[in-house]
């Protein structure tokens, strides 16, 4: 049912892509202005507990209710629910619609939607992944492979591990710090989400890494990987965004029969080249997660 319920949802995601409405979901955002409007001046707010009412209630209303419809008629309406709840966790938005309009923004020479959809997409986890590049066009790049994670690998890897509440919780955990931030809550509090946030996607990550890896040009990516450890100055946080970014783009250079290492000339190329590791990380992630079901078949 697992394997079936991502599958089915990923199909769903890519059909309503063109729905922008349902999918730049914001209700734990506003739940999360809603509370500062109303308790951001109390010492609670500007602490780090202030994380456990934030995230508590909503987790044990979601754990509750997987719980008790996972085996009601026989198993559908557990079926259902993890099914509405792993789609609305994916995105916001989707990340190969915005890469592909960004790629026909440049052809045509929109510079606002460029600027627009850039910004959106350098809003990474830990900014300085992509502050640490020199060059623009990597930044970018290496954030896309960030937002890759964030969007769905991490949702799909926590969904795995613990149904639509590790899918929830993740999605959540993911947007705090930034919410946290936009309402002028205390240091403290940002800081202790950010570190929950790098807790979940510390495993993810790495998992998701050695995907692109797997899906690209693997000792290239693994030797990014290795210049992203030598930045033994950044907090572990950090490191974990941008070891994830350095081998997304070492994975860009891709091998191709006796050709040797394709390298894209131009940044629209580049931009397509990622999506296609993305893909074909996709693609792996999902023949590992269908092993178990067809040696079920098997057995």
Known sequence: MTLLSIV??????????????????????????????????SRLWNSSWIVVPLLLPTLLVVGGVQYLLADAV???????????????????RDLGEQVHTLIRARKSG???????????????????????????????????????????FAILLWFFVLGPLGAVAYRMAAALPRVLAETNSGERAVEIAARIHGILAWAPA?????????????????????????????????RTWRQLAAMGLGALNVEEGDS??????TLDGALEASMAVRFRALMLWLAVLALPTIGGWLA
């Open 74 to 92: 026989y198993g559908l309406l557990g079926f259902v629910f993890s099914l509405l709840l792993l789609l609305l966790c994916l995105g916001p």
């Open 8 to 41: 089915l949802a990923l199909i769903l995601e890519r059909l309503l892509s063109h729905l922008q409405h349902w999918r730049e979901h914001a209700l734990f955002a506003r739940h999360v202005r809603w509370a500062h409007a109303r308790f951001g001046r």
């Open 110 to 152: 929109d510079v606002e939607t460029q600027d627009a959809i850039c910004d959106d997409l350098r809003c990474t986890p830990a900014r300085a992944v992509g502050v640490a590049e020199p060059d623009e066009s990597r930044s970018l790049l290496g954030a896309i492979f960030v937002q890759a994670h964030e969007r769905m």
């Open 206 to 238: 790495r998992i998701t890494g050695v995907l692109y890896a797997l899906a690209g040009s693997t000792d290239d990516a693994f030797i990014g990987r290795r210049a992203a450890k030598a930045h033994t100055e950044d907090h572990w946080v950090v």
């Open 260 to 265: 040797g290492p394709i390298v894209n000339a």
